[in-house]
Nanobody, 128 residues
Framework: VQLVESGGGLVQAGGSLRLSCAAS????????MGWFRQAPGKEREFVAA????????YYSDFVKGRFTISRDNAKNTVFLQMNSLKPEDTAVYYC??????????????????????WGQGTQVTVSS
């Protein structure tokens, strides 16, 4: 599975960006998809995820109400709509995926080591 992110850039605080992640190499509808981010000098952290089956979504507490993850199976793409951006959202954002046909807990989707495939990342910079 190949994942390619796009849509990052520089935005002022309070602004919005929409990240996209295009997947290839496997039936997209069978992939659970996630977004993680890594700020300079920090560990990579979970942002949001969407399941392969029901399309159920999961979010970290620090983005709830501001970010929305969605998927378009016809376009093999997952999106992360980011609104009300803050300087602390500045990071490299990574798209990730795994292929396991089950139902899992929210903590499972937030676990970086459960993901088998990763994109190269896209930089998001939020200026104050």
């Amino acid at each position: 599975v190949q994942l390619v992110e796009s849509g990052g850039g520089l935005v002022q605080a309070g602004g919005s960006l929409r990240l996209s992640c295009a997947a290839s190499g496997r039936t997209f509808s069978s992939l659970s998809m996630g977004w993680f981010r890594q700020a300079p000098g920090k560990e990579r952290e979970f942002v949001a995820a969407i399941s392969w089956s029901s399309g159920r979504t999961y979010y970290s507490d620090f983005v709830k109400g501001r970010f929305t993850i969605s998927r378009d199976n016809a376009k093999n793409t997952v999106f992360l709509q980011m609104n009300s951006l803050k300087p602390e959202d500045t990071a490299v954002y990574y798209c990730a995926a795994f292929f396991r046909l089950g139902v899992y807990s929210s903590s499972y989707y937030a676990a970086e080591n459960e993901y088998d495939y990763w994109g190269q990342g896209t930089q998001v910079t939020v200026s104050s």
